[in-house]
């Protein structure tokens, strides 16, 4: 009889102890960029460990996948994606191969954070990944509109909380407050480019339509002929003339591209090339999501500045 209770306590141990664990410790969550898991960490506080996969210094298309990937990924409560296509490329076989089934594409532990944002660039008619083309779905770098990322923020404390529903409460107030800082922020940068709508600009990847948009640029060419797809000499001199023609001063160049083409167009049309970052953790100022803004907003306010004497 004695052996019998005890085997009921044994089997409602290990009962509770699979119905419950998973609420004592922080939810495990993976961004698969660092601009994803900042967001993550403002929202998820200390309910949540947050790593990322792909570094702010690395292009986020093509992402080299590492053993650890996998590790992170076996592990993962929730798997936050930017979607769009943009990680398809390196994510889906370590999604696989993590065999975690709550991480996979539509169960609970997948977060797209694309779907509720403002997106650009939608190509209309046909979708074609024709020509190398890596944006078929939409401009995937729509994170540099820091309203997008309010939206990918409420995205993720809506899914902290469908997950932790007991945290609901702790997952709105991190949401609140970081509502706040960002719309501070957002005055603050706001004002600091006001001065330069409408300024004329050349981007190397297509990286900055949100950015653009929401600070009022002009995006009038781009290094490379098409999204992913090297620069090529007749396009680079095509896109001199129309720099040219146009009076274009600044060239944006991401952190993980080669400076060879646009130096070249640099000294050919004066125009000066800042390397931007589109991404936390591109440049060591960038440690999350407000100073990425933070340190974009500023490097560019400033050499508008000095070229425009405005
Ligand atoms: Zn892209």
Redesign the pocket.
Known sequence: MRAFIRGLMVVAAVAWAAAVPRAAGPLKVVGTTEDLGSLAREIGGDKVTVDSLGKGYQD??FVEAKPSFILKLVNADLLIAVGRE?EIGWLPPLITQSRNSKIQPGAPGYLDASLTVRILEIPQGQITRAMGD??PLG???YWLDPNNGRLIAQAIRDKLSELRPNDRDYFAQRYVDFDKRLADAEKRWDAALAPYKGAKIVTY???WPNFAERFGLDVVGYVEPK??IPPSPSHTLDLIAEMKRLNVKVILVEPYFDLKTPNAIARDTGAKVLVMTPSVGGVPEATDYLKLFDYDVNLLATTLKAISGK
């Open positions: 986020p298309h943009l890596v944006h401009n995937p770098h990847h297509r990286s999204p992913g």
